[in-house]
Structure formats: C-alpha cells, structure tokens
C-alpha cells in the first residue's frame, strides 16, 4: 500500500520569506514522488518530480523539493515566496514496484501575505 | 498544444438521475486516469486505462459509477442514479504511459463540477 501525509492544512509565509510544505510517504518499494499545485477553478498543475538520482529536484516556478529516504519526506520549498504563490499544493506518490495511479494527500493552503 | 479538456465544466443534477462526464486526454497519452475531488478533500484514485489493457477499476465507490475509453482516446465517466454525496469536482488526468518509466508525470484538465441536488 503507498501512502502520502500533508501534516499542514494551512501554511502562511510573508512574502519574500522561504517557503516550505511538508510532505511524508509510505511505500513498500521504490517512490516516485510529485508536487502540483491547483489554482482557484483549475485543474492541478505538475510543478516537479522525483524518480531517481540527485535528492534535490528542482522544478517549476523556483520551487525545489529535497528527497529525504530516512525520513521518508519530499518538502517542498521556496527560498523567497511570492503573493502569487499562494494555491493548493499537493504531494503524491507512486509505489514503482505496483500501482500506477498516484495517492495523493490532502493538500496544503499556502498563502503569501504581502 | 492542447492540454487535456473536460467537459462540461459544471453539471448541476437532481438526485436520481445519471450524469456523463467527458474527458479528451492530451494527444499521444496511452494513460488517462479519473480522480474525484471532495470539497477539502485531497485527491481520491477512481479508475486508470493504459492503452488495450483492461482498466484497473478499483477505486470505483460503488457500481452506480462506470467509465469507458472508446478508441484508446476519449474517455467518460457515468454515474448513475446519482447521490447527494456524489457531488465533487470530477479530474481526468494523462500521461505519457502507465508504466514505471521516468516520462510518467499526469496532465490534469480543469474538471467537472458536479452539483447534485
């Protein structure tokens, strides 16, 4: 079974501040990992994976996420927060030795207060 | 390109009646995925296709919801004899493919808003 924990519902950073968004998993074998972010009214929007290779991904808009096996975490982070990153961001996993759907977790709320 | 599209957009039923939700993947993916969004819920798993495989149907909540991808192509999610708790925001998303190869991130299109009353 694969798992994914958002343990913040809300997160609230001034702008320009560093951003991050916890995120922990569990798999029986290997994860792949990913972050989306979903606008008000939109669908949800890829911002970055990992699958193999270096710990630290780097991915769209600035945001970069470390892997973290012992901990079983992927945080997602920001070193300067925009008011135009405040969304709904959602972690998801994917077991590669079984499922192909992603589990995802239950979202956080990011605001940026400017 | 073209990003992966539903439709409608919104749908406001009467409880009891079938409902037919349409998603048009992005062109070349052989995986399209339906999920259900729950007002402050995250994302529940509803049924996978890849290519001329028999889709993988377990996480349908019950048998009133069905789905079928005609073609390898367009897919539609049915629900029939609908319910108050079926209302939620329908997402269909796609990928390059199903299996475990790294070029495996979903494409995800705006929804469909469900409203039963």
């Known amino acids: 079974a694969q798992s994914v924990a958002q343990p913040e519902d809300q997160v609230n950073v001034a702008e320009g501040n560093p951003l991050t968004v916890k995120c922990t998993y569990s798999?029986?074998?290997?994860?792949?990992l990913f972050w989306y972010v979903q606008y008000p009214n939109r669908g949800l929007q890829f911002l970055l994976k990992?699958?193999?290779?270096?710990?630290l991904v780097k991915g769209s808009y600035g945001f970069e996420a470390e892997f973290n096996k012992s901990q079983t975490s992927f945080h997602l982070k920001k070193p300067s927060a925009l008011v135009s990153d405040s969304a709904l961001y959602f972690c998801a996993v994917r077991d590669t030795g079984s499922a192909r759907q992603l589990t995802f977790g239950s979202g956080t709320q990011l605001t940026v207060l400017p | 390109g073209a990003g992966v599209s539903q439709s409608p957009s919104n749908k406001v039923t009467e409880k009891g009646k079938d409902v037919e939700l349409r998603c048009d993947p992005i062109s070349g993916h052989t995986a399209l995925y339906w999920y259900r969004q729950s007002l402050g819920q995250g994302l529940e798993f509803l049924i996978y296709f890849q290519g001329n495989s028999a889709p993988d149907k377990s996480g349908l909540p019950s048998d009133r919801f069905s789905a079928e991808r005609t073609g390898g192509s367009v897919s539609t999610l049915t629900i029939q004899r609908t319910q108050q708790e079926d209302s939620a925001v329908y997402l269909c998303?796609?990928?390059?493919?199903?299996?475990?190869?790294?070029?495996?991130?979903?494409?995800f299109g705006p929804g469909t808003r469900l409203t039963v009353l």
């Open positions: 798999v029986s074998g290997n994860p792949y």
């Open positions: 998303a796609s990928s390059l493919a199903g299996t475990s190869g790294a070029n495996n991130e979903q494409f």
């Open positions: 990992y699958i193999t290779g270096d710990n």
